[in-house]
């Protein structure tokens, strides 16, 4: 019995260690959670334990506890700010994490000017936009990419067309006769932006940075006050927009690859008036005219099928556009050696019927070197690209308003046909006529450092951009209507464009205690050549030969060439005091050879300070909500010199004919002027930085005031002198100034929830603060003293005259007519009070949903001011007239009376578009970029043996809410082709 009971004991006892050893030990657990940096206590960690699912929360002192934890369990810490870091307990009950902290958007590296700062330590105003943002948004050029995104920067593209200009400004329109583009400067090297040396196209004028990848950009940055761009001196005075490419990083080989494809339409159509409508117009016209209709004057009414229709705003640029892009990258790179390989293809067509694609080819190389046991480094940059328009002469846009049963454009064998057309002209016919225009850019730049002594580092900068062009232009005798004697013509371009750069200088760091300086000190030379000819040849008599221009009957070449040379030295001491007080101080002497030889130097400089509020210890006690606070603020000066290379100079050169009594002949062109000088424009800043919660919710707030003076213009001279004017400097001066705000938060940050906001708005205004002597020149009615130099001067309007059924205005002087000469007055603003953007970003998982709205708040040209003839006349009209014209007399209308020829209601619809009644609101809201991507689960890009892998779903200029009546309302034109909306898919793989 004994031994049975102790049989049954042995058992129970092997049976309950048996259990003990099937679960895992339990036992209570206590830890603390430290900044790996500061060795700081972290509050508010999330403590996770694995498998169990417990959760805790660190307190003030970092501290956290649990009662029973499993001796084999895994902790996983994560806190705001910080990488989550994963801990096995491995049966201790006392455990310290340590928390490695992520850069915070305070701490991200910022370009400057010759280096880099933080927004934490940073005493100047500089906009960000990352790759990331860029690469979310389907675009050919990067400035499309920046539009809304910067306060203070302002982005308009000139129309809807492939390679199509931007309109650029930073903080307003600085300069009344001189260039106001800001300075573009690509891996260090001043980009080609900046010399517009013309074109053949007609309201095209490709930009200049078509031929740059978005792809390959890293970053923008916009560099705003005096602190940020005075040490850029006198090419500075519009503001710098610093363009950074990608380059290689440390790690296993990889290859990517990044495809899309999509379509574009037009984004707000207007309705014109259908067949019927139009014909009842016109016949109202020429009654109220008493204007019998003939075959030359109503080929509509008496000629063309009255029951035909044809919406040619559809046949025009109804068509969708379509757009292929095709990327790769090689990156490879050990501690020593990084290199990054990229190109891309692109192919876009436009809206028009039957046009080639544009085309974009380019290729970087990135090769970056650290060697000597880190002493001695290097970087050489490199992109090249070729961009290829081949689009019709004319906007297609401007032959919308055709007669609705104008004749059919092509016969029934596909040719153009010319039956019929009396009074109006083929508009397929300008498919005929092309414009094409190939540009080749290649920018290089090469950067060394080499650390002479602790702190002290010797750099160089060297670098080339050349850009060569080629452009070709033809009006067929294909593209004209048929009759004896006809000829053909063709024009070519050629220009290019060389630039190089070289600027050595000395970079010097000491840290001293709390004390931390910079000095930086160095030189720069630039100079850029520009070469050009033009040959028009005319009188070809068949177009087999329009591109040889040997074959013209006769031939006309204009040739150009010009130097520009600029030499600085510049200088700059940045220090701070335990992150708390900050000082930056930068000068710049330059020389220019675009002007005089009294005045060719100039001294710029500017001075920054910061005072970093939440660094004080008593902010700390007594503000605690508040996690980072700074006041800053700049002054400075920077200089203009964007006239003509040789504006001072007395040229001479060869008229357009050419020749006097069959000798070649020279005229004077300018007078000597050895005292022209730069312009000036001083800036000035106050502005506050702060952040809450952690700085997950960060506020820039900013005032700033621009002053520029010495304005370069061109002075009027006597007529009795044989010129019209002299290049020199007026003692007029303008003022911007403004409201900056820029708001950024994150609402959610969990493991696999994120939301992160973002706020810019801008509030601009300027002024002519004094012009001597305006009243006696031209400018009388452009600009006013005390006023916007966005106004503008016409007719007051006082509406339709209920009798005559004329528009009707103001006689100011009361002679008893119009005249521009003395009844012009002042009848409001074109341009823009407010503007921004709003972007949301929710991250779930492998999911990630971008919406980003642009904003304008602005007055623009009316829909009739676009408009080539009168409410009445031979052309379609906008459905909207169809009703409240006048009819007779008593009528009270909003639109006069139709009419169908020269005369009183020509002339009265005429000073209309140039009067008060022209200028309305254009405010929008634009759904400006969405982007939908996924991100494929790890697991899955395993199988597929993919690093990784990314579907995704972008579009551009989504929708627009407007109540602006005249199509889109950032070209407000509706005879301009507005810009597209976008929508594309794509993959991005890495391998």
């Given at each position: 019995m004994m031994m049975r009971i102790r049989v049954y004991g042995l058992v129970a006892m092997l049976w309950l260690w048996g259990s003990a050893m099937g679960q895992p030990l339990m036992?209570?657990?206590?830890?603390?959670?430290?900044?790996?940096?500061?060795?700081?206590?972290?509050?508010?960690?999330?403590?996770?334990?694995?498998?169990?699912?417990?959760?805790?929360?660190?307190?003030?002192?970092?501290?956290?506890?649990?009662?029973?934890?499993?001796?084999?369990?895994?902790?996983?810490?994560?806190?705001?700010?910080?990488?989550?870091?994963?801990?096995?307990?491995?049966?201790?009950?006392?455990?310290?994490?340590?928390?490695?902290?992520?850069?915070?958007?305070?701490?991200?590296?910022?370009?400057?000017?010759?280096?880099?700062?933080?927004?934490?330590?940073?005493?100047?105003?500089?906009?960000?936009?990352?790759?990331?943002?860029?690469?979310?948004?389907?675009?050919?050029?990067?400035?499309?990419?920046?539009?809304?995104?910067?306060?203070?920067?302002?982005?308009?593209?000139?129309?809807?067309?492939?390679?199509?200009?931007?309109?650029?400004?930073?903080?307003?329109?600085?300069?009344?006769?001189?260039?106001?583009?800001?300075?573009?400067?690509?891996?260090?090297?001043?980009?080609?932006?900046?010399?517009?040396?013309?074109?053949?196209?007609?309201?095209?004028?490709?930009?200049?940075?078509?031929?740059?990848?978005?792809?390959?950009?890293?970053?923008?940055?916009?560099?705003?006050?005096?602190?940020?761009?005075?040490?850029?001196?006198?090419?500075?005075?519009?503001?710098?927009?610093?363009?950074?490419?990608?380059?290689?990083?440390?790690?296993?080989?990889?290859?990517?690859?990044?495809?899309?494809?999509?379509?574009?339409?037009?984004?707000?159509?207007?309705?014109?008036?259908?067949?019927?409508?139009?014909?009842?117009?016109?016949?109202?016209?020429?009654?109220?005219?008493?204007?019998?209709?003939?075959?030359?004057?109503?080929?509509?009414?008496?000629?063309?099928?009255?029951?035909?229709?044809?919406?040619?705003?559809?046949?025009?640029?109804?068509?969708?556009?379509?757009?292929?892009?095709?990327?790769?990258?090689?990156?490879?790179?050990?501690?020593?050696?990084?290199?990054?390989?990229?190109?891309?293809?692109?192919?876009?067509?436009?809206?028009?019927?039957?046009?080639?694609?544009?085309?974009?080819?380019?290729?970087?190389?990135?090769?970056?070197?650290?060697?000597?046991?880190?002493?001695?480094?290097?970087?050489?940059?490199?992109?090249?690209?070729?961009?290829?328009?081949?689009?019709?002469?004319?906007?297609?846009?401007?032959?919308?308003?055709?007669?609705?049963?104008?004749?059919?454009?092509?016969?029934?064998?596909?040719?153009?046909?010319?039956?019929?057309?009396?009074?109006?002209?083929?508009?397929?016919?300008?498919?005929?006529?092309?414009?094409?225009?190939?540009?080749?850019?290649?920018?290089?730049?090469?950067?060394?450092?080499?650390?002479?002594?602790?702190?002290?580092?010797?750099?160089?900068?060297?670098?080339?951009?050349?850009?060569?062009?080629?452009?070709?232009?033809?009006?067929?005798?294909?593209?004209?209507?048929?009759?004896?004697?006809?000829?053909?013509?063709?024009?070519?371009?050629?220009?290019?464009?060389?630039?190089?750069?070289?600027?050595?200088?000395?970079?010097?760091?000491?840290?001293?205690?709390?004390?931390?300086?910079?000095?930086?000190?160095?030189?720069?030379?630039?100079?850029?050549?520009?070469?050009?000819?033009?040959?028009?040849?005319?009188?070809?008599?068949?177009?087999?030969l329009l591109r040889n221009a040997a074959a013209a009957g006769q031939l006309s070449v204009v040739s150009g060439y010009s130097q520009y040379r600029y030499q600085s030295y510049f200088g700059r001491l940045s220090t701070h005091w335990a992150n708390r007080y900050l000082l930056n101080l930068s000068v710049r002497q330059d020389y220019s050879s675009r002007f005089g030889p009294a005045n060719r130097r100039a001294l710029f400089a500017a001075v920054g300070a910061g005072w970093v509020l939440s660094e004080e210890q008593w902010w700390k006690r007594r503000v605690p909500w508040a996690s980072f606070m700074k006041l800053r603020g700049s002054y400075g000066s920077t200089g203009n010199d964007q006239i003509g290379d040789y504006a001072f100079l007395d040229a001479w050169g060869v008229p357009f004919a050419g020749r006097y009594q069959n000798n070649l002949s020279l005229v004077p062109q300018s007078l000597f002027n050895p005292y022209l000088q730069w312009e000036r424009n001083r800036k000035l800043e106050l502005a506050m930085e702060g952040g809450w919660c952690q700085n997950r919710l960060m506020l820039t707030v900013a005032w700033y005031r621009n002053r520029c003076d010495n304005q370069l213009t061109g002075y009027a001279l006597p007529t009795q002198t044989g010129f019209s004017s002299i290049a020199d400097n007026l003692d007029a001066a303008i003022e911007n100034s403004g409201w900056e705000i820029d708001l950024q938060g994150t609402a959610v940050m969990q493991k696999d929830w994120k939301w992160q906001m973002g706020l810019n708005l801008t509030l601009p205004q300027s002024q002519l603060l004094s012009y001597p002597d305006i009243e006696q020149t031209l400018n009388r009615f452009v600009y006013q003293v005390g006023a916007p130099l966005d106004i503008r001067f016409g007719y007051q309007y006082e509406g339709v005259d209920p009798q005559t059924g004329l528009y009707r205005f103001t006689d100011q002087n009361g002679d008893g007519r119009l005249s521009s000469t003395n009844d012009y007055v002042p009848v409001g603003r074109i341009g823009r009070r407010a503007f921004g953007g709003i972007n949301q970003q929710l991250q779930w998982k492998g999911w990630q949903l971008d919406l980003f709205f642009q904003f304008v708040q602005q007055t623009a040209r009316a829909w009739f001011a676009s408009m080539p003839v009168a409410t009445g006349s031979l052309g379609n009209q906008p459905a909207w007239v169809k009703t409240g014209a006048w009819s007779g007399a008593g009528d009270n209308s909003a639109l006069q009376r139709y009419t169908t020829r020269a005369g009183a209601a020509t002339t009265a619809y005429r000073n209309l578009q140039n009067s008060s009644a022209a200028i309305v609101d254009a405010n929008y809201i634009r759904l400006k970029n969405v982007s939908v991507s996924w991100t494929i689960p790890e697991a899955w890009r395993a199988r597929l043996r993919l690093k990784e892998a990314r579907l995704y779903v972008q579009a551009q200029n989504m929708i627009t809410w407007t109540d602006y009546e005249g199509g889109d309302p950032e070209t407000a034109n509706l005879r301009s082709l507005a810009p597209l909306r976008m929508i594309t898919g794509g993959i991005f793989i890495t391998l």
């Open positions: 036992k209570s657990l206590k830890g603390q959670i430290v900044h790996a940096v500061t060795q700081s206590p972290v509050a508010g960690a999330s403590v996770l334990v694995l498998p169990t699912g417990a959760m805790v929360v660190s307190d003030e002192q970092g501290v956290f506890g649990f009662l029973q934890v499993p001796q084999d369990a895994v902790l996983q810490v994560s806190a705001v700010g910080f990488r989550t870091a994963t801990v096995a307990v491995n049966g201790r009950d006392s455990i310290q994490v340590l928390l490695e902290p992520v850069v915070a958007a305070l701490d991200e590296a910022i370009v400057i000017g010759y280096g880099k700062t933080s927004r934490r330590l940073s005493t100047g105003s500089v906009g960000k936009v990352d790759a990331a943002t860029i690469e979310r948004q389907p675009v050919t050029n990067v400035l499309a990419a920046l539009q809304g995104r910067v306060a203070g920067l302002w982005v308009e593209q000139s129309n809807g067309l492939p390679g199509s200009n931007f309109n650029v400004e930073i903080r307003g329109r600085n300069s009344i006769g001189g260039g106001t583009r800001p300075l573009f400067v690509v891996d260090g090297v001043p980009w080609m932006q900046n010399v517009n040396p013309g074109s053949l196209a007609t309201g095209l004028a490709p930009n200049p940075l078509n031929s740059l990848n978005p792809a390959d950009i890293e970053r923008v940055e916009i560099l705003k006050d005096a602190d940020a761009t005075a040490i850029y001196g006198a090419a500075a005075a519009n503001g710098v927009v610093l363009i950074t490419t990608k380059k290689g990083g440390q790690g296993a080989s990889s290859f990517s690859v990044n495809f899309f494809s999509g379509a574009g339409v037009v984004t707000r159509g207007t309705p014109q008036l259908a067949t019927a409508s139009y014909l009842a117009m016109r016949r109202i016209a020429f009654a109220l005219d008493g204007v019998n209709p003939s075959v030359s004057t109503a080929p509509d009414l008496l000629l063309w099928d009255s029951t035909r229709y044809t919406d040619w705003a559809g046949e025009l640029t109804g068509g969708a556009a379509s757009l292929v892009n095709l990327q790769g990258s090689l990156r490879t790179g050990s501690k020593t050696l990084q290199v990054l390989l990229s190109g891309q293809y692109q192919s876009q067509t436009t809206v028009f019927p039957q046009t080639q694609p544009t085309t974009r080819g380019s290729g970087m190389l990135s090769v970056v070197y650290r060697g000597l046991k880190d002493r001695l480094g290097a970087t050489l940059q490199l992109n090249y690209g070729i961009f290829n328009i081949r689009t019709p002469v004319f906007d297609l846009a401007n032959f919308m308003y055709l007669p609705p049963n104008a004749p059919a454009a092509y016969d029934s064998t596909g040719k153009l046909t010319w039956t019929n057309w009396t009074g109006a002209d083929n508009p397929m016919a300008q498919l005929e006529r092309r414009f094409e225009h190939r540009n080749a850019t290649l920018n290089s730049n090469l950067v060394l450092d080499y650390r002479l002594l602790p702190g002290l580092v010797l750099k160089a900068t060297v670098g080339y951009n050349d850009a060569l062009t080629e452009e070709y232009r033809s009006f067929p005798i294909s593209s004209k209507r048929p009759a004896a004697g006809l000829t053909a013509e063709a024009s070519y371009f050629d220009y290019s464009q060389r630039n190089w750069i070289a600027e050595p200088y000395l970079v010097y760091n000491v840290k001293k205690g709390r004390w931390k300086a910079e000095w930086t000190l160095g030189a720069s030379w630039q100079e850029r050549l520009y070469q050009s000819t033009s040959i028009n040849g005319t009188q070809y008599t068949t177009d087999a």
